[in-house]
């Protein structure tokens, strides 16, 4: 059983379409981290959200602590936004607990 | 921002030889130091967790006397494979928070090769 549950595990989008990944858990959590991995293996720490919403530039994060369910959305999608998006959640800190992973292919 | 440094970021080792890998904070005082494997088209899997100056606290599956761990610092941390194997190939990946409530901040990863 994993704690962590991502949807999709793949999507493919076409240019400028607005992109939604969904990110359930099944624990009670301190922090959600919304991360993305390029196929190089880089990864970057997009959010961390323990409430409400977030967004930065065309990415948006929100987060529903009683229903334990993140959404990342990305409007008007680009070509460079192909990558992995992986949820990671913490408890207590310093103990965490990965989602699968959804890779993104957006297509000109 | 933050920025983690690992080094290297490819490794070829022989069987049998050990391989160490090292993870630093550069601008940042790592509380804790996390290390991952990750296989070809898989997320992360947690490894260990160390914290400066105490013993790692490893997954469970994970051998911690084939994967040693070293938090010397509160800007290093290195990664010891010991005694290689090609099954050991992987992509290893170093993350680092500041304290209670910080950012995760990730190394580039290194891809280990065991011939």
């Known amino acids: 059983k994993n704690e962590v549950e991502q949807s999709p595990q793949n999507l493919t989008a076409q240019e400028g379409e607005f992109i939604t990944i969904n990110c359930s858990y099944s624990?009670?959590?301190?922090?959600l981290h919304w991360l993305q991995q390029h196929p190089g293996g880089g990864i970057v720490s997009l959010f961390m959200l323990s409430s409400g919403k977030k967004k930065h530039g065309r990415l948006i994060a929100t987060i529903n602590i009683q229903e334990k369910h993140s959404s990342l959305h990305i409007t008007a999608s680009h070509p460079r936004d192909s990558a992995v998006y992986i949820c990671a959640v913490t408890i207590g800190g310093n103990q965490f607990y990965f989602g699968t992973g959804t890779s993104l292919t957006v297509i000109p | 921002g933050a920025v983690v440094s690992q080094h290297p970021s490819r490794v070829i080792c022989k069987s049998g030889t050990s391989v160490k890998i090292e993870c630093r904070s550069l601008?940042?005082?790592?509380?804790?130091m996390f290390w991952y494997r990750q296989f070809p088209k898989q997320s992360l899997m947690l490894m260990a967790t160390?914290?400066?100056?105490?013993?790692?606290?490893?997954e469970q599956g994970v051998e911690k006397d084939k994967f040693l761990i070293n938090h010397a610092s509160l800007t290093l941390s290195t990664l010891t494979v010991t005694s290689a194997h090609p099954e050991d190939s992987s992509f290893y990946i170093c993350s680092a928070i500041g304290g209670l409530g910080s950012p995760l901040h990730f190394g580039n990863g290194t891809r280990l090769t065991v011939t």
């Open positions: 160390s914290n400066e100056g105490s013993k790692a606290t490893y």
């Open positions: 624990v009670g959590i301190s922090a």
């Open positions: 601008d940042f005082q790592a509380t804790t």
